[in-house]
Nanobody, 124 residues
Framework: QVRLEDTGGGLVQAGGSLRLSCAAS????????MGWFRQAPGKEREFVAA????????DYADSVKGRFTISRDNAENTVYLRMNSLKPEDTAVYYC?????????????????WGQGTQVTVSS
């Protein structure tokens, strides 16, 4: 069992930055690939970014590539999502997720563990 707590959301103006954190507890964290997903009002949850257990492999949705950076600190059992150059269309609830496997995935069903979500609102 992996428990995830995602924090760091808030209200920011367009062009601003935020850093989301996801603290994991429970079973061994360092062997789990981690991901960030988001869900905007009235839309389906979508993939944002993922990172392998080692941290050497990352993957990003085209919509955030070059603006967002996913990273992890296995010693602290934490994964981060640094979001720069935020746009109003980035407004959503952001969720971190963990999977059993060590490699990244863009598919929600590959992630059995989820955080409670943190709201990010970008004003224009």
């Amino acid at each position: 069992q992996v428990r995830l707590e995602d924090t760091g959301g808030g209200l920011v103006q367009a062009g601003g930055s935020l850093r989301l954190s996801c603290a994991a507890s429970g079973r061994t964290f360092s062997r789990n690939a981690m991901g960030w997903f988001r869900q905007a009002p009235g839309k389906e949850r979508e993939f944002v970014a993922a990172i392998s257990w080692s941290g050497f492999s990352t993957d990003y949705a085209d919509s955030v590539k070059g603006r967002f950076t996913i990273s992890r600190d296995n010693a602290e059992n934490t994964v981060y999502l640094r979001m720069n150059s935020l746009k109003p269309e980035d407004t959503a609830v952001y969720y971190c997720a963990a999977r059993y496997e060590s490699v990244t995935s863009r598919t929600m069903r590959d992630y059995p563990y989820w955080g409670q979500g943190t709201q990010v609102t970008v004003s224009s």
